[in-house]
């Protein structure tokens, strides 16, 4: 007959052993916990349980169980830390591998936005010319009569005003521009000279619209002046942009022309692109496509806005902004520009 020590001594290391089997194929964090209460835990773990043999035990018994129980416990409980690393571990990659992401598949394109060819033109023509040292400023759409009209020099009763036919907002006081020119005396007013501008906005025309002509379009002003500037400036000046706008192998024609605001005046006309100035239907057999006109600023603008005539003198030039897209893209219709037509606009 064995003794009680002997006995439960036999009993820790039989329940040692079954531990340790059992937590063997334990490949779940339930069933991990139902073994963690089973053998340790704090109320009915067996280890307690046993361990509730204690107080009958002789005193001289008590370390040696409480040594053994103490080792069983410990043991119990690294291994217990360790699987549950490993169950850790294991329920991890399978997360990673249910979860994981199929960096191969082609994304979902989306439409991407893009500059509208008018404002592709503006920023290109306004970067030659920053290029070339002059300043970006912008002005008002809606004008007055002195700004668009009598500052340069087209009196109340000039007949250049049946050039433009004008969209009143107060007749013969407020108007939507006709053109960028009243930046002119805008920007001559607030600065003195040298002054060398160019300035890109929409104006309005109240046109019959074809193919050629809208009601609102876009120019882009050139103004400078200066102590020196001759009428060969001007044409240095245009030449450059014509050449870094369409290329070097154009060339460029002044035609004398009529501005109240400038004297003397040209009209400019580049050589077609597409037959090289031999002639054909994109230049109507001319040879020449119109792109601005210019001028050396008339004394009497220059004397509007105080500045001294005999001292200054400057050029100035306008070109719509519509027809270079057209000459660039070689479209034939201006309403395409503004008809929001996706399939027109994705082309240029
Ligand atoms: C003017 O508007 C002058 N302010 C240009 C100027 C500035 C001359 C500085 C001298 C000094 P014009 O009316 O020709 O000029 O118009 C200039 C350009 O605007 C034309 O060459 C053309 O390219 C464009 N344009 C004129 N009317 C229309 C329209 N209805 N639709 C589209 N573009 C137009």
Known sequence: MLGQLEQLLGQLD?????????????????????????????????????????????????????????????????????KREQLRQRELMLTLENERIDVTLPGRALPAGTMHPISRIILEVTQ???RMGFGIVQGPEVET?????????????????????????EPGQILLRTQTSPMQIRTMKQNQPPVRVVVPGKV??????DATHEAMFHQIEGLLVDEYCTMADLKGCLERFAHEMFGRDRRLRFRSSYFPFTEPSAEVDISCGLCGGKGCRSCKYSGWLEILGSGMVHPKVLREVGYDPTKYRGFAFGMGVERIAMLKYD??????????????LRQL
């Open 14 to 82: 039989e329940l040692r052993a079954r531990a340790i089997e059992e937590l063997a194929p334990i490949n779940a964090s339930a069933a991990l916990e139902e073994w963690d209460t089973r053998y340790l835990g704090r109320n009915r773990g067996e280890l307690k349980n046993l361990s509730s043999v204690m107080p009958k035990l002789a005193k001289d018994e008590r370390p040696v169980v409480g040594q053994k129980m103490n080792a069983v416990k410990t043991e119990l409980e690294r291994e217990l830390a360790t």
């Open 128 to 130: 030659i010319f920053e």
């Open 145 to 169: 009569d002195y700004y668009n009209f009598q500052a340069l020099n087209i009196a109340e009763d000039h007949p250049a005003r049946d050039m433009q036919d004008t969209f009143w907002v």
């Open 204 to 209: 309005y025309r109240n046109e019959a619209i």
């Open 331 to 344: 479209v034939g219709e201006i309403r395409l520009f503004s008809g929001n037509d996706l399939r027109f």
